[in-house]
């Protein structure tokens, strides 16, 4: 059987041009609400200042757009279909619509397909243009990304074999290293100790973290140091675990929304294989969610089609009500869904998908108390 594209009716350019426009309203005054408060006014203040010229303050502000793009969209396409059916419910042109045979999906349909275009703009947002937006933000700044880190490498027993204390990190550059070298013997769950090595500065290659300067603090079965000595260079984490490190304290104080997916996934293999635990709940959660939330753009447009469909003498606050509700419940809610997930006590598939699946019952429940 040979597939026939669906043909593009009048009322499909009619309704497609209608919900863009309005959508496209909904997210420039959402984005306009968003920036001004406290971005604009520090930009300003900046570029009052000296701090910046004119150029690079639009730049700066340009940059702030990807995230909140991000959040836009969704409610955009929510508000603008929504304005769009309510008015065209109080004109009766979709009392004519239906009556001349058009089912609901019928009527959604040119809806649907311009969800689907904001669904995939909304993934290439957060998968492209908010890392690369902060990326770009930091360039134009010149701020040095520096970090603070902990990590430890145990055998196949989960025995700590060392564990390596960052105080301060610029790039591959380190300072003020601490290295706690363990014994075998442990007393009651405690891990001796065997040495102490205190580095002034080191550098984190490939293969290897070379430390420099170094103060070195042997200490006894009791726990206590017999013996110092200087030592000017030596090598730490070689091979994968040195990689491993470096990746895991880079991406330690990076927000989620600056890594792009690829990157993201990767980082959290990598927390699942070094068995941190709450981090790579968390993270798992954040990259499912990179998928689940576009999709919330087809959802919020059925749903405000949905919430569009009154009585000619219906009060409208009662859609736009419920709408504004159904936004602040969605992105209130998903930190605590966040936090669910790190601290283990739902799944991150559950926690990811959650938000998705109740807009979804909501949708069925609006469809039947409509009668459609």
């Known amino acids: 059987m040979k597939f026939k594209f669906p043909k593009i009716t009048i009322y499909d350019k009619y309704m497609f041009k209608q919900v863009a426009l309005a959508s496209c309203v909904a997210i420039l005054l959402f984005t306009i609400v968003w920036i001004a408060p406290e971005t604009l006014l520090n930009t300003i203040k900046a570029a009052l200042s000296g701090e910046y010229g ?17 959040k836009a969209f969704p ?21 004519i619509f239906r009556a001349v045979g058009m089912s609901f999906p019928r009527i959604v349909a040119p809806v649907i397909v311009l969800s689907i ?13 908010t890392p690369m937006a902060a990326e770009k933000t930091r360039a134009i700044k010149g701020s040095i990304r520096t970090a603070q880190y902990i990590y430890t490498q145990k055998d196949s027993t989960g025995h700590p074999l060392i564990a390596v204390v960052v105080s301060k990190s610029m790039d591959r550059k380190l300072q003020d290293v601490i290295v706690l070298d363990f014994s075998s013997q442990v007393y009651q769950d405690v891990h001796q100790l065997s040495n102490i090595y205190s580095a002034k500065r080191g550098i984190a290659y490939d293969d290897k973290w070379t430390l420099e300067d170094i103060t070195n603090y042997k200490i006894s079965n009791d726990g206590i140091y017999f013996d110092i000595q200087h030592i000017d260079k030596m090598n730490v984490l070689n091979g994968e675990s040195a990689k491993n490190a470096f990746t895991l304290m880079n991406y330690s104080n990076v927000k989620e929304r600056d890594i792009n997916n690829k990157d993201l996934k990767n980082y959290v293999q990598l927390l699942k294989k070094e068995n941190l635990s709450e981090e790579y709940n968390g993270t798992l959660n954040k990259y499912l969610q990179r998928f689940f939330h576009p999709l919330i753009c087809i959802i919020l447009a059925i749903l405000g089609s949905l919430l569009g469909f009154s009585k000619p003498r219906e009060q409208r606050l009662i859609g736009f009500t419920i709408a504004i509700g159904c936004i602040f419940v969605y992105y209130i809610t998903l930190p605590f869904f ?3 997930a790190e601290k283990g006590i739902l799944s991150p598939y559950i926690t990811s998908t959650f938000p998705t699946i109740a807009f979804i019952i909501a949708i069925c429940a609006f469809y039947k108390s409509k009668d459609l």
């Open 54 to 70: 004119f150029k690079t303050a639009l730049l700066l502000l340009f940059y702030e757009l990807p995230k909140i793009l991000d």
């Open 75 to 95: 409610v955009g396409l929510l508000l603008g279909t929504l304005f769009t059916f309510d008015k065209m419910s109080k004109d009766s042109e979709l009392t």
């Open 117 to 129: 275009i904001f669904t995939f703009l909304c993934f290439i947002t957060g998968d492209k243009g």
């Open 338 to 340: 966040d936090l669910l």
